[in-house]
């Protein structure tokens, strides 16, 4: 029994670390707002003198994020860069204790410093940039009474991005802006080459909306079904490009219980190709030196519904 009492005194005498605490979710818009808060403490002092480190790791997260999801063609959600993937820990003391904040670029001012500064080095070190998507068409009735009823109509953000090149035209050639290696660089060429046709011929169609039928004779006649790239099954591919946000179908149901279907150009269809580079495809197929470049122009603007002039093509 004495040895037991002797190493009970030991025990507390010996000093203990000071304990862990969990803070709740702090985001960096609060812990760096230049505000001064009645009740604020040394701890928010403490994260305000290393807001700067984390915020340039967040910046680096934001970067990986946007090449990771271009590489694969997907968008960038708002969503994804607000999700626990962007928290960061912060250990701090405040009276003897040890803190864990958990900081993260939720919304309000933290997200916008840390948005323009990864904007800022995917411009001056890739020569991209993050673009906004532009919102989903409303084309049946349905889809805009059901707009007008939504309050989510009134935003006209879409909280989607993707990565454009801000390159000058004088270096978007093939042999710097090469397609991807993976698959194969033929592979991918004919990708691209294939939704920029399907854009242009959807661009082009009256109302910007083409019908199904008239869509698959338009493939049948450049022999997109025997193109090796894309497979035997062309099906496949407008699957993936709608996928992709190149194209969108749209279905209505019209009388007897029959439906049509319709294919028009999808938010990313829109932001990376879009009417100047319709229209870039259709001066390269028809020439712009003969003398019917005029007509061509014109055809052009009243087509694409924008002021596109032989002067000034817009390309």
Known sequence: M???????????????????????????????????????????????????????QMVKKLVRLAL???????????????????????????????????????????FKLVFEDAQHRLRTVFGIEITELPRKEKVTI?????????????????????????????YRIPPILAPARIPSNAVEASYTGLYTFIISIISLSPGGTIAEPRLERHLKR????????????????????????????????????EESIDYVVGPRGKAEVGERGVAAVVREVYGKEDAEAAALEKKL??????AYTLDNPGI
């Open 222 to 257: 450049m022999n997109a079904d025997n193109s090796d790239s894309n497979g035997p099954n062309t099906e496949r591919v407008l699957k993936r490009m709608e996928r992709e946000g190149y194209i969108a179908k749209v279905r209505e149901r019209i009388g007897n219980g």
């Open 68 to 110: 990771a999801c271009e590489y694969s063609r997907q968008s960038i959600r708002r969503a994804d860069i607000t999700s626990k993937d962007f928290y960061m820990l912060a250990y701090v003391q405040h009276g003897g204790i040890n803190e864990e904040v958990v900081m993260a670029p939720s919304t309000g001012r933290q």
């Open 2 to 56: 004495p040895i037991v009492r002797k190493r009970r005194a030991e025990a507390e005498s010996s000093p203990s670390p000071p304990p862990t605490r969990r803070r709740k979710l702090t985001p960096v818009s609060e812990a760096s707002s230049v505000e001064d808060d009645e009740n604020s403490t040394d701890l928010d002092g403490d994260i305000q003198g290393n807001d700067s480190s984390h915020h340039g």
């Open 142 to 170: 349905r889809q805009k009474r059901a707009a007008q009823r939504s309050q989510s109509a009134a935003s006209h953000s879409s909280k989607s991005y993707i990565l454009t090149s801000i390159l000058p035209a004088a």
């Open 301 to 306: 603007a009243r087509s694409l519904s924008c």
